[in-house]
């Protein structure tokens, strides 16, 4: 009896998360669809699922129309080099908070994220201002280093609550062996925390590749990444959807293709010390 | 003289005429819209005469104006040229931010822009953005439907035959709607149709001394009459529908009339995205008898900011964009019905134009509009859909939204008039209007 409540239990579940999970990806199945469609069937009501006449027109116009590999490349400098600087400057931050605390760590931690909650537009001008200053306006250096500071405090609390997993007497042993703290960090602490560190490159990889806000707002035709190549298809004046569908199909393909191959280690980092 | 002397010397007197007229790399903001798309595509044209080259850089309409506002506000000199709207041409060119277009060549011929459209982009006499392509807004209709219901469209229809013709043509058991209108709030969208449309009810943003006018009675007669007819004969979901969705019920044939931007008339008769191509028909937008119609007028032109480096290189390149060349090169290129239309007389005493179907109401439709006087009543603004000051598009966008929340059915129109009256006044007194 009890066996086939289980069994039951565990078809309903899956029966759940296979309905919750299309239920979260029918979005991006609907825009990559709608790529390959005509404007006139992109548009149609009722809607066609996969009754059309399938064409790659709209991928050999957004191509022709637009450099995409310049896009691509600025993406992948962008969000790389944001994640890579960020989890430099976050591991000796976190490694701090979590094995050397203070009576204020906790206090610099909330402070930390409080600064997530303040709308990026009412720092924009500032900022525009600053980078005109140092000339980095529309400038690669310029998007890794604001990406990298607008993501600093999830990267610090994520390693942070990684590093709290690890006992402290281990990092203590490596010491009284004679390790420095350079070796402490990088041959004991960090070689521990892998799992935890691989998640939170990826996510914040992610997080940076999909930011859409200052990578519109500070770049023009030098550093634009992806973002700007779907906004440059984006129109309140005619109907461009099978083209902004392809656009998009196009920005979101590498990411999403990392995040398959990478979502072993994608969840277990992010489930990493959940369950004691 | 030697072959290698003789190459020698041509190669210096070639450097020596072209004197500081260096090829240059202009980056030009746009937004996304199938003119300026075509003209992406023909910018070899322009680097073949002129040996510059050009960067693009494309946006959707909200946020090129956000981005193009930092910039010029911060001085930020990201763009060389920046495409702009008639709204931002006074403001920026009051502010000393845009560079005049006053010495454009003999050959450019100013003088052949539309007074309209010149006017709209000009500040104390001055031009200060070239237009590219403008509009107005008219009445698309069915012919077909109009025929089923017995009814002849008149070339400048009142808005209570449209109320009327509307209601006869709705069938809503095959899914017609008899018309369909913009509803999405934000200033450029449902907040654009509204204030045009309250123009021919007589109302008006502002008194003469910038006092909100949302208590008058011409205004509740606009909104009333716009929700009662859009209740009746107007798709579902009306208030969050704009530009597109409202194509898109055309296309489809699913609205017996349309207002909107005459730039939806090459859509809307394109067989290739529309399916009521060959039914459809032009009318003037609707009036009220007050002497005002329910028209506006707008351009996507091109500016220089100020402080540019490149100014020389943006003056040829403006002047070949907004050029007679450059339509009759479109024309060779894609036929007369693609080329940009709304800004030169030229193009509409040329015969080949004249044979386009819609080219003779957008003209009407274009001339019709006076951005100095576009109240029954006087204003101290400019604009005919907007008031060409910097606070007008917070105030709205706010207004707007009150309005879509009538038309959602969460609140009344005196209760959305009221809002609109005392947010609108708060506004203007921070300013320092009042």
Known sequence: ??????????????????????????????????????????????????????????????????????????????????????????????????????????????????????PAVGVLYPIYLIFIRLGILDSRTGLVIV????????????????????????????????????????????????PGIASTLLLNFILAWNEAFWTLNL?????????????????????????????STMAIAPILILGWFSQKQLVSGLTFGAVK | ????????????????????????????????????IRMQGLTQDFTDRTGHTVEWVTLEENVLRQRVTTDIAAKGGSFDIMTIGMYETPIWA???????????????????????????????????????????????????????????????????????????????????????????????????FITAMSNSFGARWFDEDWNAQFDTQAWADTLNFYVDMMTESGPAGYATNGFNENLSLFQQGKCGMWIDATVAASFVTNPNESTVADKVGFALAPDNGLGKRSNWLWAWALAIPAGTQKEAAAKEFIEWATSKSYIELVAAKEGWANVPPGTRTSLYENPEYQSVPFAQMTLDSILSADPKNPTVDPVPYV????????????????????????????????????????????????????
Request: net charge negative; hydrophobic share 50%.
């Open chain 1, 1 to 118: 009896m009890a066996r086939a409540v289980t069994r039951n239990r565990k078809i309903v579940n899956t029966a759940l998360a296979w309905g919750i999970g299309l239920l979260i990806f029918f979005p991006i199945l609907w825009t990559i669809l709608t790529s390959f469609k005509t404007e006139a069937q992109a548009i149609s009501d009722p809607p066609v699922f996969l009754a059309f006449d399938w064409t790659l027109e709209n991928y050999g116009i957004v191509l022709e129309r637009s450099n995409y590999m310049r896009f691509l490349w600025n993406s992948v400098i962008i969000a790389g080099g944001s994640t890579v600087l960020g989890i430099i400057v976050a591991v000796p931050a976190a490694w701090s908070m979590a094995f050397v605390p203070s009576r204020r760590t906790k206090d610099i931690l909330l402070w930390m994220l409080s600064t997530k909650m303040l």
């Open chain 1, 147 to 194: 990406l990298m500071l607008m993501n600093l405090p999830i990267i610090v609390w994520m390693l942070y609550t990684y590093f709290r997993e690890i006992p402290g007497e281990i990092l203590e042993a490596a010491r009284m062996d004679g390790a420095s703290l350079k070796n402490e960090i990088v041959h004991v602490l960090m070689p521990m925390a892998v």
């Open chain 1, 219 to 247: 770049t023009a035709a030098n550093a634009a990444p992806l973002t700007a190549f779907i906004a440059s298809y984006s129109s309140p004046e005619g109907l461009f959807f099978a083209k902004l569908s392809a656009a």
């Open chain 2, 1 to 36: 003289m030697s072959f290698r002397k003789a190459s020698f010397a041509a190669t210096a007197m070639t450097l020596v005429t072209a004197g500081g007229a260096l090829a240059e790399t202009l980056t030009i903001a746009t937004v996304n819209n199938g003119d300026m």
């Open chain 2, 94 to 192: 009051a502010n000393g931010w845009l560079v005049p277009l006053d010495d454009l060549s003999a050959e450019y011929d100013a003088d052949d822009i539309l007074p309209a459209m010149a006017n709209g982009l000009s500040h104390e006499g001055t031009l200060y953005a070239a237009p590219f392509y403008g509009e107005s807004s008219m009445l698309m209709y069915r012919t077909d439907l109009m025929e089923k219901a017995g009814l002849e469209m008149p070339k400048a229809p009142t808005w209570q035959f449209v109320k009327e013709a509307a209601a006869a043509m709705t069938d809503r058991d095959n899914d017609i709607n008899g018309i369909c209108l913009r509803g999405k709030a934000g200033w450029g969208e449902g907040g654009a």
């Open chain 2, 383 to 434: 604009g005919i859909q907007f008031a060409a000051i910097p606070e007008f598009a917070g105030i709205a966008t706010e207004v707007s939204q009150e309005f879509s929340a009538v038309y959602a059915g969460q609140q009344t129109v005196e209760e959305a008039l009221a809002k609109a009256q005392a947010l609108t006044n708060d506004a203007m007194e921070a300013a320092g209007y009042r």
